[in-house]
């Protein structure tokens, strides 16, 4: 294990030893706080451009699973078809590792497919540093190449255009009702949901223009980096939402771009929701969930149109956690109902969409 260096912008400096492939890396330093489901974390499309830092401090014991394919194209047991994260950062790194669908090692895994790994590293510090300071950018410099220095943006860039699908895929093709599936860097567990739920998937790029297609419903995925990058997206929601009232839903990134086609805005938070563990409340009860999350923007309630209201709220900062149309049948999740490794709690937003396609009004939308 050679000897490296997490450098923040801020100019602090963290010391610890390389796991992974040995190569130096810039990117924004983010945490999540989930106790489990590494595999499934650094294959989310949204961690792109990102240096994942896990707070428990335990990683890697139960190794990798097999980077298998169902006979649909989804990875078996991944979130993407490959990992996403620009590095991955751990307190204790487990060599020896044990699970009954364990193939491989998580270091072997990323010198595979040349990701960097450090371990060694106070990821309590670095995760006080991050609360207090909020995300930043940062480098992994490996002593002993101290001239290899990389560079790297995070703000302005694209990412979604970066792991969008670049063409059109279908899924369960003559199944049920036909749903759109805006690629914005979907993970594998939505579609597989929506496929569970009989319905008919045609996933398309993220600035692809769906209204004069033949469907029964919309729904916009999660993906990285900022939503501001993807006003094409948003423009084309709005002229969907202009000329029909077929069902939309959203989940992350979804929930942002749905927000700003209703002519809300959207900012950045301190240091985002990344974990398995965010109470949310459903607006207008007493009801309360724990999900899963990842995502570093969120929408601005204050600004959404009259038409529109809040669904759900965080419980932690009170920050905005779905959004929903007050008559028409569009609704969002910021959090994600689709989550493994877990929690499951609101796997409902799925069934609720199904019954706005099925031209019922869902409970979910009747709250008070």
């Not at 330093?29 to 989310?44: H, K, Q, R």
């Not at 290899?148 to 792991?163: L, M, S």
Request: net charge negative; charged share 20%; hydrophobic share 35%.
């Amino acid at each position: 294990m050679k000897n490296v260096t997490l450098v923040l912008s801020d100019g602090t400096k963290f010391h610890g030893k390389s796991f992974g492939y040995d190569a130096p890396v810039a990117g924004e330093v983010v945490f999540n706080t989930a106790m489990m489901g590494y595999p499934e974390s650094l294959t989310d499309p949204s961690y792109a451009g990102q240096m994942l830092v896990m707070t428990f401090p335990l990683v890697g014991n139960y190794g990798v699973p097999p980077f298998t394919f169902e006979k649909n194209g989804l990875p078996t047991f991944m979130e993407g078809s490959r990992i996403y994260v620009s590095a991955l950062i751990v307190s204790d790194y487990s060599v020896q590792y044990s699970h009954w669908n364990a193939v491989e090692s998580l270091a072997d895994w990323l010198k595979r497919e040349h990701v960097p790994g450090i371990t060694g590293i106070d990821t309590r510090e670095l995760t006080k540093i991050l609360r207090s300071h909020g995300v930043m950018m940062g480098k992994i410099l490996f002593d002993d190449e101290p001239d290899r220095v990389p560079d790297a943006n995070y703000e302005g860039v694209n990412f979604v255009d970066q792991v969008s699908t670049k063409k059109i895929i279908k899924y369960n093709e003559g199944g049920g009702k036909k749903v759109v599936l805006v690629d914005c860097g979907v993970k594998a567990n939505i579609i597989r949901c929506l496929i569970d739920r009989g319905l008919e998937v045609i996933r398309v790029p993220w600035n692809y223009d769906y209204t004069d297609m033949d469907f029964d419903g919309l729904f916009l995925a999660n993906g990285p980096g900022d939503p501001d990058t993807c006003s094409a997206a948003v423009d084309i929601i709005r002229k969907q939402m202009s000329q029909s009232r077929k069902p939309i839903c959203g989940i992350c990134m979804g929930n942002q771009l749905l927000g700003k086609a209703a002519g809300a805005t959207v900012f950045k938070l301190k240091y985002g929701h990344r974990g398995h563990n965010q109470p949310v409340r459903l607006v207008g009860t007493t009801k309360c969930y724990i999900t899963s999350q990842n995502h570093g923007f969120a929408v601005d309630a204050k600004t959404l149109g009259s038409d529109w209201k809040e669904l759900f709220v965080n419980m932690n900062d009170g920050s905005n956690e779905g959004i929903c149309h007050r008559t028409n049948p569009w609704f969002t999740s910021q959090f994600h109902p689709e989550a493994d490794s877990g929690p499951l709690d609101t796997r409902f937003m799925f069934d609720q969409f199904v019954e706005c396609l099925n031209g019922k009004t869902p409970t979910l939308l009747n709250a008070k």
